[in-house]
């Protein structure tokens, strides 16, 4: 009900300096999740609460804030949930080792299971060589 | 063990895993957030109290002992539901219910309680919904318990239920006014 699937950010426009500002802002808004609809990013939704956070952002970009900073703002009041990707901690440790740790599992498998595989076929080729020679 | 049975045992593995996915996705809500505010001193707020916007509610003249901060609003379909829940309970729980009117017009939020009773021991508003970001408000109703030191010690979102008051929020609140002992 409350989600819509255009960017809401073209019917809300925000008095940027210059494009280099509202490429910025917008950067920076498509990596935090709008917590009213959970699966969609501050830029795209229009919830009220989007907006809202939309405006403070832009708020504290006037006032000098860096991304890190306006990103630990959100944080703090709405957990790391508001962030797509998630910080790097012992807690997420799985979340971003599991996946690279088992394409190297998967891959060691494939290796071992080619090469048992292969090795009878070559030994044949090689004998047939051989034998040719 | 057969290399033949390696694509079983894979399959089998995938269907525990899967399994596994659907029986905890039923028991829990993928869109819970827990509030990091929990344990950490609730944030300052100066809001107009509904009833009398020329006065004024400050974090400071609620410290000295716990209470209650409901956030509600009248175009919340949700709170419409908690709503006879806390008419029952606000008298029972030990502690003053504070209702936080938000992004709401006062006018609305007048009529609407005129209209279902009143539960609140006093309601402030917040129509700008400005101090509810620092509250990390978003979706009413929820819920804080702060303390008599001005700490979130306990947080709701959603509804509050005789279930949830039961099992979660007169624990919490009980653990809230023995610390203050």
Redesign the interface.
């Given at each position: 009900m409350f989600c819509a699937i255009t960017p809401a950010f073209a019917i809300d426009p925000l008095p940027f300096k210059d494009a280099a500002q509202r490429e910025r802002f917008q950067h920076l808004t498509s990596q935090l999740r709008c917590?009213?609809c959970?699966n969609e990013s501050l830029d795209a939704s229009n919830a009220?609460?989007a907006r809202?956070?939309r405006h403070?952002i832009f708020e504290m970009m006037q006032q000098g804030k860096s991304d890190e900073q306006i990103k630990q703002y959100l944080?703090?009041?709405?957990?790391?949930?508001v962030l797509y990707d998630p910080p790097l901690k012992a807690s997420t440790m799985a979340l971003w080792f599991a996946p690279p740790a088992l394409v190297v599992v998967g891959g060691i498998v494939v290796f071992v299971?080619l090469r048992k595989r292969a090795k009878p076929a070559a030994q044949i080729a090689m004998n047939e060589t051989g034998d040719d020679w | 063990m057969s290399?033949r049975l390696i694509p079983f045992a894979v399959f089998a593995l995938l269907v525990v895993l899967f399994g596994v996915g659907i029986v905890w996705n039923e028991h829990h809500d993928a869109?819970y957030?827990?509030?990091?505010?929990i344990g950490k001193p609730a944030p300052a707020f100066d809001l107009p109290m509904l009833d009398d916007a020329s006065q004024r509610v400050r974090k400071h003249d609620l410290l000295g002992k716990p209470y209650l901060i409901n956030v509600f609003a009248s175009w919340c379909f949700a709170c419409g539901d908690e709503h006879p829940v806390l008419m029952e309970y606000a008298d029972r729980i030990g502690v003053p219910l504070i209702g936080y009117d938000y992004?709401d017009k006062p006018a609305d939020a007048k009529a609407w309680l005129a209209q279902h009773g009143n539960p609140y021991a006093q309601v402030i508003a917040d129509e700008?919904?400005?101090t509810a970001?620092?509250?990390?408000v978003?979706?009413a109703p929820e819920t804080f318990l702060v303390d008599a030191a001005g700490v979130i010690r306990y947080k709701h979102i959603g509804p509050l239920t005789p279930q949830v008051i039961a099992q979660e929020l007169e624990p919490a609140i009980k653990a809230a006014q023995d610390s203050t002992r």
């Open positions: 917590m009213v959970q009220d609460l809202d956070l403070q944080v703090a009041r709405y957990s790391d949930f299971l | 290399a869109s957030v827990p509030s990091p505010l992004k700008s919904g400005a970001i620092d509250f990390g978003y979706g």
